[in-house]
């Protein structure tokens, strides 16, 4: 063990004692854990007689130092340590909030957080729907979703209205558009699927919350992308009324039969006001149910097998309910003598559920 050398008194010695206050009295070192080591190097500023100033330039004026070259020091803990001399305000640019000595305008086209139900937009309702309208054009009318669709439809009806001239006995007149009363309701399933798939596809992919980026209202994406649908069955039903009078033409001059026109405005019109109404409904389910093996399972399901058996049901009972249901509403609406009351009844029901569908839409925090 090394003898301990008893050492000059110090700066901070006791008076009476050797050494400093680190020293015991006969002069050794004091030694421990607990005993605090006197710091070796330069004085600090404090200690050399100089004092903290007040901030000036940008730190006085609540701005903050420039980015670049910005350098910090570590800190005795370990981390990083602000270079800013305490008592500066708080760099408020981060926080959204007026600098110091500046005007401040308040920023209300900034959009926020998806996640939230509909937000302020000052825009017209029309604006904001027709812009969504755009939006899922560029979608609908995608040359490997357009082409297949419309040359899918084009085939059934061609099918279905060669069929109907076969299967005739009659030699007389041929009704041009009859065929396309009985293939509306087929078309109109492929219609209900298609636009089931188009909004439950935008929660399979993702994409709601870059389309609520850009259009915040949610009311007004719903409404524009049906619009987009609108359009989209518009362009089927067209095709079915083409088709089906160049199939029945052909196949009328084949048999010796003249085609007449006599049915053909009523039937254009029952048309084009069905197709429209099975996207509103595929529409509805997709929007409601979200997932697209769902909502096709829904659609297909009730139009196949759930009406039908709640009609055999309600037979039983010597009451007449086919009249009332959506789907069978609307194939009324393209088949029915009278279109009164199919066209009453489906217009209800697509209220009431797509209202229902963007009610729930609007509401619901996540996507």
Request: contains cysteine; hydrophobic residues 40%; aromatic residues 4%.
């Given at each position: 063990?090394?003898?301990?050398?008893?050492?000059?008194?110090?700066?901070?010695?006791?008076?009476?004692?050797?050494?400093?206050?680190?020293?015991?009295?006969?002069?050794?070192?004091?030694?421990?854990?607990g005993v605090r080591r006197r710091r070796r190097g330069p004085p600090r500023p404090a200690e050399r007689?100089?004092?903290?100033?007040?901030?000036?330039?940008?730190?006085?004026?609540?701005?903050?130092?420039?980015?670049?070259?910005?350098?910090?020091?570590?800190?005795?803990?370990?981390?990083?340590?602000?270079?800013?001399?305490?008592?500066?305000?708080?760099?408020?640019?981060?926080?959204?909030?007026?600098?110091?000595?500046?005007?401040?305008?308040?920023?209300?086209?900034?959009?926020?957080?998806?996640?939230?139900?509909?937000?302020?937009?000052?825009?017209?309702?029309?604006?904001?729907?027709?812009?969504?309208?755009?939006?899922?054009?560029?979608?609908?009318?995608?040359?490997?979703?357009?082409?297949?669709?419309?040359?899918?439809?084009?085939?059934?009806?061609?099918?279905?209205?060669?069929?109907?001239?076969?299967?005739?006995?009659?030699?007389?007149?041929?009704?041009?558009?009859?065929?396309?009363?009985?293939?509306?309701?087929?078309?109109?399933?492929?219609?209900?699927?298609?636009?089931?798939?188009?909004?439950?596809?935008?929660?399979?992919?993702?994409?709601?919350?870059?389309?609520?980026?850009?259009?915040?209202?949610?009311?007004?994406?719903?409404?524009?992308?049906?619009?987009?649908?609108?359009?989209?069955?518009?362009?089927?039903?067209?095709?079915?009324?083409?088709?089906?009078?160049?199939?029945?033409?052909?196949?009328?001059?084949?048999?010796?039969?003249?085609?007449?026109?006599?049915?053909?405005?009523?039937?254009?019109?029952?048309?084009?006001?069905?197709?429209?109404?099975?996207?509103?409904?595929?529409?509805?389910?997709?929007?409601?149910?979200?997932?697209?093996?769902?909502?096709?399972?829904?659609?297909?399901?009730?139009?196949?097998?759930?009406?039908?058996?709640?009609?055999?049901?309600?037979?039983?009972?010597?009451?007449?309910?086919?009249?009332w249901l959506p789907a069978s509403a609307v194939t009324r609406l393209s088949a029915a003598p009278s279109?009164?009351?199919?066209?009453?009844?489906?217009?209800?029901?697509?209220?009431?559920?797509?209202?229902?569908?963007?009610?729930?839409?609007?509401?619901?925090?996540?996507?």
């Amino acid at each position: 063990m090394r003898p301990l050398r008893p050492d000059a008194p110090g700066p901070g010695a006791v008076p009476g004692r050797q050494g400093g206050a680190d020293r015991l009295p006969d002069g050794r070192r004091r030694t421990g854990p607990g005993v605090r080591r006197r710091r070796r190097g330069p004085p600090r500023p404090a200690e050399r007689g100089r004092v903290p100033q007040p901030p000036r330039g940008r730190a006085a004026a609540g701005r903050g130092p420039r980015r670049r070259g910005r350098r910090t020091e570590p800190d005795r803990g370990g981390g990083r340590r602000d270079p800013r001399p305490p008592g500066r305000p708080t760099d408020l640019r981060g926080a959204g909030l007026p600098r110091p000595g500046h005007r401040h305008r308040a920023r209300t086209d900034r959009p926020s957080s998806p996640d939230q139900p509909d937000r302020e937009d000052s825009r017209p309702v029309l604006t904001r729907v027709h812009q969504a309208f755009r939006s899922e054009l560029v979608k609908l009318l995608r040359p490997r979703l357009l082409w297949p669709l419309l040359g899918s439809v084009a085939a059934a009806t061609a099918a279905v209205a060669a069929g109907t001239a076969a299967l005739r006995d009659d030699p007389g007149p041929v009704d041009l558009l009859g065929p396309a009363r009985t293939a509306t309701p087929l078309i109109g399933l492929v219609m209900m699927c298609v636009a089931a798939n188009a909004f439950c596809q935008e929660y399979r992919e993702g994409t709601w919350r870059n389309l609520l980026v850009r259009q915040p209202a949610r009311g007004a994406l719903a409404t524009g992308k049906l619009a987009g649908l609108a359009l989209l069955s518009l362009l089927v039903a067209a095709t079915v009324w083409a088709t089906c009078a160049a199939t029945t033409t052909l196949t009328a001059a084949r048999h010796g039969s003249p085609p007449h026109w006599d049915g053909a405005p009523s039937t254009t019109l029952r048309l084009l006001a069905a197709m429209p109404a099975y996207a509103v409904l595929g529409s509805a389910a997709g929007l409601l149910l979200r997932s697209t093996a769902a909502a096709l399972g829904t659609v297909l399901g009730w139009t196949l097998v759930a009406e039908s058996a709640l009609t055999a049901l309600a037979a039983t009972k010597g009451w007449d309910i086919s009249p009332w249901l959506p789907a069978s509403a609307v194939t009324r609406l393209s088949a029915a003598p009278s279109p009164t009351l199919p066209t009453l009844t489906t217009t209800a029901w697509c209220t009431l559920l797509f209202t229902t569908a963007t009610h729930h839409f609007t509401r619901t925090p996540h996507l």
